[in-house]
Nanobody, 126 residues
Framework: QVHLVESGGELVQAGESLSVSCAAS????????LGWFRQAPGKEREFVAA????????YYADLVKGRFTISRDNAKGTVLLQMSKLKDEDTGVYYCARAHSYDSPSYYRDSVYDYWGQGTQVTVSS
C-alpha cells in the first residue's frame, strides 16, 4: 500500500527558511516522479515543485523559483522541499504526491499524480 507522509511544517517568520520532508513507502520509490503542491485557505491547490525519478529534471512554479529547492534520496525513499526567503503568500498546507510515471510534460497538473499525502501546515507570519 502506497503511503506518503509529510512532516516539518510549522510557523515561521517572513524571510526565514524552512524544510518540509516526505517519507514514502509501499512502492518502488526510484521509478516515479515526486511533486510538492500547496493549498492556501480559500484557494485551489497549486503546483510548487517536482523532481523526476533520477533527479535529472527538476521543475518549479514561477512563484517559488530561486527560493525553493526540491531534492530526493532514492535510497531512503524521501523527498525534501527546502524553502527560503519565505513570504506570507507561501502559507498553506503542503502536499507531497507521487506521479503516474517517472516524468511528465504535465508535471504541474494534479491529474498526473495518483497518490497524495495528508499534508503539513506551513504558516508564514509577518
Amino acid at each position: 500500500q502506497v503511503h506518503l507522509v509529510e512532516s516539518g511544517g510549522e510557523l515561521v517568520q517572513a524571510g526565514e527558511s524552512l524544510s518540509v520532508s516526505c517519507a514514502a513507502s509501499g512502492f518502488t520509490f526510484s521509478r516515479f516522479m515526486l511533486g510538492w503542491f500547496r493549498q492556501a485557505p480559500g484557494k485551489e491547490r497549486e503546483f510548487v515543485a517536482a523532481i523526476t525519478w533520477n533527479s535529472g529534471k527538476i521543475y518549479y512554479a514561477d512563484l517559488v523559483k530561486g527560493r525553493f529547492t526540491i531534492s530526493r534520496d532514492n535510497a531512503k525513499g524521501t523527498v525534501l522541499l527546502q524553502m527560503s526567503k519565505l513570504k506570507d503568500e507561501d502559507t498553506g498546507v503542503y502536499y507531497c504526491a507521487r506521479a503516474h510515471s517517472y516524468d511528465s510534460p504535465s508535471y504541474y497538473r494534479d491529474s498526473v499524480y495518483d497518490y497524495w499525502g495528508q499534508g503539513t501546515q506551513v504558516t508564514v507570519s509577518s
